[in-house]
C-alpha cells in the first residue's frame, strides 16, 4: 500500500510559478514510476508528466513541454513538478499517481494503481 499527499497548490498569477510536492509512504518508493496528472472542472483528467523509478526517464506531452518539469529525490520518498510560465487554462486539480515497476504507457491513467487526493492550482488572467 502506498499513501501519496500533495502539496505546494495555491493561487498565482499568469507568468507565475509554483512547485507541487507529492510525499509518499513506504520504503518502496524508488520501485515506483510516478506520474502527475490535472482535472479541470467538466473536463477528463489528464496526463501531465512521468517519471521512471531511477529518474532516469521523464515524460510529457507537448502542451507542457519547456514550461513543467518532473522530478523526483527517491531519499526524500518524494516527487515534484515545477511549473513555470503558468497560464489560466492551467488551473485544475493537481494529482499524483504511483505504479510499481516501468510505465508501458505513462498518459494512461489505468496503468496508475495508487492517486493522491490532489492539490488545486488556479492560475488567474
Known amino acids: 500500500q502506498v499513501q501519496l499527499v500533495e502539496s505546494g497548490g495555491g493561487l498565482v498569477q499568469a507568468g507565475g510559478s509554483l512547485r507541487l510536492s507529492c510525499t509518499a509512504s513506504?520504503?518502496?518508493?524508488?520501485?515506483?514510476?510516478m506520474g502527475w496528472f490535472r482535472q479541470a472542472p467538466g473536463k477528463e483528467r489528464e496526463f501531465v508528466a512521468a517519471?521512471?523509478?531511477?529518474?532516469?526517464?521523464?515524460y510529457d506531452p507537448g502542451s507542457v513541454k519547456g514550461r513543467f518539469t518532473i522530478s523526483r529525490d527517491n531519499a526524500k520518498n518524494t516527487v515534484y513538478l515545477q511549473m513555470n510560465s503558468l497560464k489560466p487554462e492551467d488551473t485544475a486539480v493537481y494529482y499524483c499517481?504511483?505504479?510499481?515497476?516501468?510505465?508501458?504507457?505513462?498518459?494512461?491513467?489505468?496503468?496508475?494503481?495508487?492517486w493522491g487526493q490532489g492539490t488545486q492550482v488556479t492560475v488567474s488572467s
Open positions: 499517481a504511483a505504479k510499481f515497476g516501468w510505465l508501458l504507457l505513462p498518459s494512461d491513467r489505468n496503468e496508475y494503481r495508487y
Open positions: 513506504g520504503r518502496t518508493f524508488s520501485s515506483y514510476a
Open positions: 517519471i521512471s523509478t531511477t529518474g532516469g526517464y521523464t
